[in-house]
């Protein structure tokens, strides 16, 4: 029963190594989104999150729903995004640098001309691709260790209990 804990404890990191993964690709398709309908369509930014909370593939970024709700109750967007971002229930599996990555796109939307805006989204666009590969790097390499830590320590602690 102690090795079993220990293994799903090892699983259950390497899963949500995984899931942060998903996350930090679904938050690179969220801004590539934002980008183009800034650009394209010039949307409002009230306009914007209700095409966020439409639009395919942004599933899992819970956020978008409730920032859209508080918006709706009168709440200035930008405060309703990091509220929204901060309550999302998306750590775990991100990290603190990621919500501030998010925070940060969030404070960008609507904040200045639209050029400015696009400039600033370009940037976060390249960190977060950047921050991608990392967490990609580290899903692989940890996600091994983490389950054969997990099973090892498992199998440890049984032999001392016997």
């Known amino acids: 029963m102690i090795s079993l804990t220990f293994a799903m404890s090892g699983l259950r990191m390497t899963r949500i190594a995984a899931e942060r993964v998903k ?5 690179h398709l ?3 989104t934002v980008k183009g309908r800034l650009e394209y369509y010039r949307e409002p930014v009230d306009e914007l999150i209700d095409s966020l909370c439409r639009a395919d593939g942004l599933g899992g970024l819970f ?6 709700r508080l918006e709706c109750d009168g709440m ?3 405060d309703a995004w990091k509220k929204s971002v901060l309550e999302g229930g998306l750590s775990p599996p991100f990290k603190k640098n990621d919500l ?3 925070l940060s ?3 960008a939307i609507g904040s200045a001309n639209l050029d400015s805006q696009l400039v ?3 940037l976060y666009e390249e960190i977060l691709n950047e921050t991608i590969i990392r967490a990609r790097t580290e899903a692989d390499k940890n996600g091994k260790v983490y389950t054969s830590l997990g099973v090892s320590a498992g199998i440890i602690a049984g032999l001392m209990i016997l």
């Open 30 to 32: 969220l801004l590539v």
């Open 76 to 78: 200035p967007f930008c």
């Open 105 to 107: 796109i969030g404070a």
């Open 23 to 27: 996350l930090l690709e679904k938050t």
């Open 120 to 122: 600033k989204l370009t």
């Open 63 to 68: 956020f978008l729903e409730e920032c859209r």
């Open 100 to 102: 501030e990555q998010l």
